[in-house]
């Protein structure tokens, strides 16, 4: 039996595709490499028990707490196309931790970006009335701002993306180089919560694109929303069932190792040594994945050695449970770790998730959830070590939970982050790829669109299907546009991109 369409890879990209086909009759399969849950960097996760005095409180753990940025405008049109109510609570501000020689620092930045007086791209000016960011500023920060501005005025001058500008040899590293160590600092931290790497190894053209994205053209860029529940139970659950409701199917624990074209359709090959039939494949797998599928291809991997890859990072989740809450002004939900840390973030999860907030109310305890982007020989160390780092940076910071610590828990994840770069032209695998019948979708497939992370996913995944339902002759799904800089920002990007001309005339 031939299939209509196969879906390798059952994370937002997948879904997204599936659903939309779903809809209009198709009925795609998807198949799910892991044998538990769908989602991948959005999964939910087993079953945590812990004891409390003689109760015993359940936590479903996940792959990771994600923002729902305001710009990912097509990962909720199409959770709201299929009445999917995430329940997203704003995030109200963030707090920047930095310690520099043993010394912590903290100043919240969040809502001074977002709700600057200024416009888009000064209204990082924002911070400077903020006497605690001023602080941690210093007198080397003043000094270094002029070589800021000259880095945010390169980022307002190109858009990586749209130019397909890879900027070979240059990284994040090379663009700080002149930056004093506090504003460097933050400017990592924020490089490493998105792109997790250290500064050398971070493309300056994929940091460029997140920095527009994100934060440089627009004050309510910075603006995103928190989950509930882990991502599985708020989002990836409801589109699976919504999915079989519409006729599809999802197989999980079913990994695909290679593709071989036919005249009219694909062979997809899995590890088990069965082989099904389709007339159109996605390919929404990881990068890493992905890549290891083609390359194992025997038709396809000759074509696929000069294609420009993301890399894909390893992380590392710890949660913290303590028997008493940290001081209520202490810092926001969520915020930044940087400088002589370990862990590169924070969120405080009795303040964003029902389940935590129920404990806390019943307990007066509390739960910190830090990711660790790497470096990898950083993340090669035990578990033991790791917990033992992630402890004392939480106490440096948080003194008043020293000797409150209830349980610890550690999560290895094995769905890779997306170090997100760019090549150039032609050396990219799109969403129509040079294969018929051969699409992609994921948060490292090159668009031009100026998305990201699980926008990226959503808005391929629906390109995809697009792709297919105009080739079947139906109708396909419009995608939404992205808000436009904010005019000042708009005016002074014309102005850069028209100076950029002259030079190159």
């Not at 933050?186 to 920095?211: K, M, T, V, Y």
């Not at 969403?431 to 019948?437: H, L």
Request: hydrophobic share 45%; glycine share 10%.
């Amino acid at each position: 039996m031939t299939q209509q369409v196969i879906i390798v890879g059952g994370g937002v990209a997948g879904l997204t595709a599936a659903l939309h086909l779903a809809q209009r009759g198709l009925a795609p399969l998807v198949l799910e490499k892991d044998a538990l849950f769908a989602g991948g960097r959005l999964a939910g996760g087993e079953q945590i028990a812990i004891t409390q005095g003689d109760s015993t409180y359940t936590f479903r753990l996940e792959h990771g707490v994600h923002g729902i940025w305001l710009p990912y405008v097509n990962l909720k049109a199409v959770l709201a196309r299929y009445q999917i109510d995430a329940g997203l609570t704003p995030s109200a501000d963030e707090t920047w931790v930095y310690r520099d020689k043993g010394r912590v620092r903290r100043a919240n930045v969040g809502r001074a970006i977002r709700r600057s007086w200024f416009p888009a791209p000064i209204h990082y000016f924002g911070l400077f009335l903020r006497p605690r960011f001023l602080q941690i500023l210093g007198l080397r920060g003043w000094l270094s701002l002029p070589f800021v501005w000259y880095g945010l005025a390169l980022a307002l001058g190109m858009d990586p993306l749209r130019e397909q500008q890879p900027l070979t040899g240059m990284s994040l590293a090379d663009y700080m180089r002149r930056w004093s160590p506090a504003v460097r600092a933050f400017c990592i931290g924020l490089a490493r919560n998105s792109l997790s790497a250290q500064p050398d190894e971070i493309p300056l053209s994929g940091f460029l694109a997140f920095l527009r994205y994100y934060t440089l053209l627009r004050r309510d860029a910075w603006e995103f929303d928190f989950l509930p529940a882990d991502g599985g139970t708020a989002v990836i659950e409801p589109m699976v069932a919504k999915l079989q409701e519409l006729g599809g199917e999802v197989r999980l624990g079913t990994a695909v190792t290679h593709l071989t074209p036919l005249a009219d359709g694909w062979h997809v090959h899995m590890n088990d040594g069965q082989t099904l039939t389709a007339k159109h494949v996605i390919l929404a797998a990881d990068v890493t994945g992905t890549a290891q599928i083609l390359a194992n291809s025997p038709d396809l991997a000759a074509q696929t050695h000069d294609l420009h890859w993301p890399q894909g990072r390893e992380t590392a989740v710890i949660r913290l449970w303590f028997t008493r809450a940290p001081h209520p002004r202490a810092s926001a939900a969520a915020g930044l770790f940087t400088g002589d840390f370990m862990i590169d973030n924070f969120f405080w999860l009795h303040r964003l998730q029902t389940t935590y907030q129920q404990w806390h109310e019943q307990t007066g305890g509390s739960a910190i959830e830090v990711h660790i982007y790497g470096p990898g020989n950083l993340l090669q160390q035990p578990d033991a070590a790791l917990l033992a780092q992630a402890i004392n940076d939480v106490q440096a910071v948080f003194p008043e939970l020293r000797g409150h610590l209830l349980h610890q828990h550690l999560q290895r994840n094995s769905v890779p982050h997306t170090l997100f770069s760019i090549g150039a032209a032609g050396q990219h695998l799109t969403v129509q790829t040079a294969w018929p019948g051969l699409y992609c979708s994921g948060d490292w497939v090159y668009h031009p669109a100026p998305a990201f992370f699980l926008e990226r996913a959503a808005l391929t995944g629906l390109e995809a299907a697009n792709a297919i339902l105009e080739t079947e002759n139906l109708s396909p799904f419009p995608a939404v546009n992205y808000p436009p800089p904010e005019p000042f920002a708009g005016f002074v990007e014309k102005l850069m991109l028209r100076g950029r001309k002259k030079l190159r005339d």
